[in-house]
Structures are given as structure tokens and as C-alpha cells.
């Protein structure tokens, strides 16, 4: 490979690193051309695979600043699946496809700078979509706030309740508490009467 040549794959592997989300790191020894388009076909919208070498691809990953976490999984025949959409969809694509073909083996990842180990790929794949996540959050953040509209609204029905619960109170002692004050005025009148 001419140094042009590998200056452009440096600099393209360099951007994958920079721009994507995250990057899973495979080896592929033994799978078939068919099997790869396979993978590549189910990783479609989520990520680009990329089968490199590895001396170019250490170059780009420090070139990225992520030379360190990446290059210790540099060894063999390596492909990185470059995520640009839902990294736990890629992620369970990926492991979905080694788990039918066992030629294809996670050696870990990067996100966000971060190292990943097989296992925790592995964790990511189990995440729900991210769509289903966030609807999980509206459904919630709905539930709440239509609890609080039930709340807010009960308020004023409840006042209103008690302050005709109150004049109604009111109504019916007003009589007997005139009627309790005439016949207190009426017999002090007559213990007046009767003294004189």
C-alpha cells in the first residue's frame, strides 16, 4: 500500500473515531465474505463495519485520542463497527450475529471514550431501544403529571364540598341556637317576673 493510500485510510479511520458514537472492536478470522455482508447488511443504519489493519487502525485511534484504549485490542485480524445510530442496537446486532456465527468474536469497545469489555457490550446489547426507553419516560412523566392534574383539579371540588358542607352546618344550628337564645330570654324573663 502506497503511503497516499494509507494516509487517506488513516485519515477515514481517523474521522470514523472522532464522529462516531462509539466503536466495537472484532475479530473475524475464518468468516466467509457472504458471512461479513450478512453483518454488515444487519448493522445497516446503526453502523458501519470496517475490516482494517491494524497498524493503520492504532494510528487513527491515537490520532482520535483514543490510541490507548484501543490498542490493546489490536491484535489479529480486525474489524471495528463504527456506531453511528443506537449503540445498543449495534451492539446486540453484533452479538447476535456471533452468537450464529462463532467465528465473529468481540474483543470490546469504546464509547465515549470509555473502554468497554466484551461483557460490557454484552450489558449494552440488553438495553432496550432507545425509543422505547424515552416512550417509557413520557408514559411515566404523563402518569405524573396527569396525577397532579387529578390532584389540582380535586382542590377547588373539595373546597367546595366543604364550604357547602359548612353552610349547611351553618343553617341548621342558626335556628337552634335563636331558638336556644329565646327560650334563655324567656325564662330570664320570667325568673325576673317571678322575683318581683
Avoid: C, H, W
Avoid at 489479529?76 to 456465527?101: R, T, Y
Avoid at 417509557?136 to 403529571?145: F, H, Q, V, Y
Avoid at 383539579?153 to 331558638?179: F, H, I, S, V, Y
Amino acid at each position: 500500500m502506497a503511503n497516499a493510500e494509507k494516509t487517506a485510510v488513516i485519515e477515514e479511520l481517523t474521522g470514523k473515531f472522532s464522529d462516531s458514537s462509539g466503536a466495537v472492536l472484532t475479530e473475524y478470522r475464518g468468516l466467509t465474505v457472504a458471512q461479513l455482508s450478512e453483518l454488515r447488511g444487519g448493522l445497516r443504519g446503526n453502523a458501519t463495519f470496517t475490516v482494517t489493519k491494524n497498524t493503520l487502525a492504532k494510528v487513527a485511534a491515537t490520532n482520535a485520542g483514543v490510541g490507548d484504549a484501543v490498542a490493546p485490542m489490536l491484535s489479529g485480524p480486525s474489524a471495528i463497527a463504527f456506531v453511528e445510530g443506537d449503540v445498543a442496537q449495534a451492539a446486540k446486532a453484533l452479538l447476535d450475529f456471533a452468537k450464529a456465527n462463532p467465528l465473529l468474536v468481540i474483543k470490546g469497545g469504546v464509547l465515549d471514550g470509555k473502554v468497554l469489555s466484551p461483557a460490557e457490550v454484552g450489558k449494552l446489547a440488553d438495553l432496550e431501544p432507545r425509543e422505547v426507553l424515552l416512550a417509557k419516560l413520557a408514559g411515566a412523566m404523563k402518569a405524573s403529571m396527569a396525577g397532579a392534574a387529578a390532584t389540582f383539579n380535586a382542590l377547588p371540588t373539595q373546597m367546595a364540598l366543604l364550604a357547602d358542607a359548612l353552610r349547611a352546618k351553618l343553617e341548621a344550628g342558626a335556628p337552634a341556637e335563636a331558638t336556644e337564645a329565646t327560650e334563655a330570654t324567656e325564662a330570664a324573663a320570667d325568673a325576673a317576673d317571678t322575683q318581683d
